[in-house]
């Protein structure tokens, strides 16, 4: 299996090329791929070392399978010249997850709608994907209205400039600003760009691709994204109607039960999700599951997932297995 990174040397390939290895991804031959400015860098993979190419270059090498993480532009200019060389393009950015003729893959959700002609499958929005997995469940037991989501998002979603403008803002230093503010002992209610709406970019992603990832416009979502000063680590406050009832303990079990998901919701101990405990994992872990007290059906749940793993190169990287497995490559 010939398999390109795209995007090897940035913040979620670096984390990409860490997965493969963990996951012992059926890599004959790795070729990392960069921008023109880190074309010939090394890169270290399973004990050797590998030379970064130009996209060209992995064009011309024709891989099986191409992972991209290199943003919007890159992926809209260079995903179609590889799937005309017969490559199969998993890509993490936003250029493709909306187009109509392209899935939107969560593997435990729909992997099953993939087959051999999707040459450019689309991995979501990474707090699209912690929501999606917590939600699925339950919307197919107790069916969905409305959901209303409010995500705390951690530095690292905004790339390297960003974890280093929080590390500089710690350590007294002044540098280059990712943000319009300061981020330390600040909350920035700004993740993305404004849309005329008044909505950011972010939040219209969580509001659209939930509905296609699980092919269901019955239910509406709305969301406010934050960026908070945490390093690495997504949580959301979700709140979801329902058309029927449910129980608690019921909720509970059939969260623990869904593959992927981990529930830690024991409010006395002092147990529920969080950043740091979410680091370099790829569950999704759910807690503070309670009945919201002021309206019927409606729960109340607090979710936490690393974004850099599940929320990105992990999801890739499932989307690419199952391909494997089923020999849709």
Excluded at 142 to 158: D, E, H, I, L
Excluded at 189 to 215: S, W
Excluded at 240 to 247: A, G, K, L, R, S
Aim: net charge negative; aromatic share 6%.
């Amino acid at each position: 299996m010939k398999v390109a990174v795209v995007g090897a040397t940035g913040m979620v390939g670096e984390v990409m090329l860490k997965v493969l290895a963990e996951r012992n991804f059926p890599v004959t031959e790795l070729i990392p791929v960069a921008s023109e400015r880190s074309v010939g860098k090394t890169i270290t993979y399973k004990n050797n070392d590998y030379k970064v190419v130009g996209l060209e270059t992995a064009v011309s090498m024709r891989p099986d399978i191409a992972l991209f993480s290199a943003g919007g532009g890159t992926s809209l200019e260079w995903a179609p010249k590889f799937a005309e060389a017969g490559t199969t393009v998993v890509d993490n950015s936003s250029a493709w997850r909306m187009d109509p003729t392209k899935k939107l893959v969560v593997p435990e959700i729909n992997a099953s709608e993939l087959t051999k002609d999707d040459k450019i499958i689309a991995n979501p929005n990474c707090s699209t994907i912690q929501l999606v997995m917590a939600l699925n469940p339950l919307h197919k037991k107790y069916k969905m209205k409305r959901v209303v989501v409010s995500t705390y998002q951690s530095v690292s979603g905004t790339g390297v400039k960003a974890v280093r403008q929080l590390e500089n803002e710690i350590a007294g230093i002044e540098g280059e600003m990712a943000y319009p503010y300061p981020i330390g002992r600040n909350a920035l209610p700004h993740c993305d760009v404004f849309e005329e709406n008044g909505y950011t970019k972010e939040e219209m992603k969580l509001a659209r691709e939930p509905q296609k990832i699980m092919n269901d416009r019955s239910f509406s979502v709305s969301a406010t994204a934050v960026r908070i000063p945490t390093s690495g680590g997504h949580s959301e406050s979700v709140n979801v109607e329902f058309e029927n009832d449910f129980d608690l303990a019921d909720v509970r079990k059939l969260l623990s039960e869904t593959p992927g998901v981990v529930v830690q919701d024991d409010t006395a101990n002092n147990s529920y999700p969080m950043p740091i405990y979410a680091h370099d994992k790829d569950e999704v872990f759910v807690g503070r599951i309670r009945r919201d007290e002021s309206q019927p059906n409606t729960l109340n749940m607090w979710i936490v997932a690393d974004n850099l793993r599940k929320g990105a190169a992990t999801n890739t990287i499932q989307i690419a297995e199952y391909l494997i497995e089923n020999k849709l490559v």
